[in-house]
């Protein structure tokens, strides 16, 4: 019984015009943007993942084997037969007075 009442104000709950969550502040002053879609390989260059990788190599610390791992694995992310066309990037949010693309757009 109690599991069929459960079922039942969660079923009038969803089924209402109200979203769970209240408190976001939507207008029709900021719309819903879409940045993107962009490769997976724009999108990480943007981001500095090459530099990130040439720094761990670079550091004294840091041994052949495991330079050729990081070597690898970006390849592997922006290589265009690999990842780095394949996959795609998008960001969606609301345009705001004074807010810029999202970082790696």
Known sequence: MAVNSR?????????????????????KEDPIVAFGPISHCH?????????????LIEQDDTTDEQAQELFDALERLMHPDQ????YKVLAIGRKKDGIFH???F
């Open 83 to 86: 990842m780095g066309e394949r």
């Open 102 to 104: 999202p970082p790696g």
């Open 7 to 27: 079922k039942q104000q969660r079923t009038s709950s969803t089924s209402s015009s109200q979203t769970p969550d209240d408190t976001t502040n939507t207008s």
């Open 43 to 55: 999108f990480l260059a943007s981001m500095g993942a090459p530099d990130r990788v040439v720094r």
